[in-house]
């Protein structure tokens, strides 16, 4: 199990930006791709952006390609979300997720990639 704890969710208006990160206590942290879900209101929890453990592959969402862009710092255990020209459907509570990759440089898909979660943190955007 990884702890994971998120920071930077909080109000904008619609075609803001909100930058998240999440501190990973990984060792070693390059064992593990990472990535980010999220869960809006009445819905179930959704797959948005992964990234493999060397940073060199990335997956996205259809729904954030363009406007999401996600990226790691191998020496401070730390992943981060940057979220642009953000819209009212993008409102959810974000969780970080750390997956066990060994030493696969595999970039996860699916919410089942993931072995260990965040509490979670709340965007929400105004229209």
């Known amino acids: 199990q990884v702890h994971l704890v998120e920071s930077g969710g909080g109000l904008v208006q619609a075609g803001g930006s909100l930058r998240l990160s999440c501190a990973a206590s990984?060792?070693?942290?390059?064992?593990?791709?990472m990535g980010w879900c999220r869960q809006a209101p009445g819905k179930e929890r959704e797959f948005v952006v992964a990234i493999s453990w060397s940073g060199s592959n990335t997956n996205y969402a259809d729904s954030v390609k363009g406007r999401f862009t996600i990226s790691r710092d191998n020496a401070k255990n730390t992943v981060h979300l940057q979220m642009n020209s953000l819209k009212p459907e993008d409102t959810a509570v974000y969780y970080c997720?750390?997956?066990?990759?060994?030493?696969?440089?595999?970039?996860?898909?699916?919410?089942?990639?993931?072995?260990?979660w965040g509490q979670g943190t709340q965007v929400t955007v105004s229209s």
């Open positions: 997720a750390a997956g066990d990759s060994g030493t696969n440089d595999y970039t996860p898909r699916h919410l089942g990639d993931f072995d260990s």
């Open positions: 990984a060792r070693p942290f390059t064992r593990y791709a």
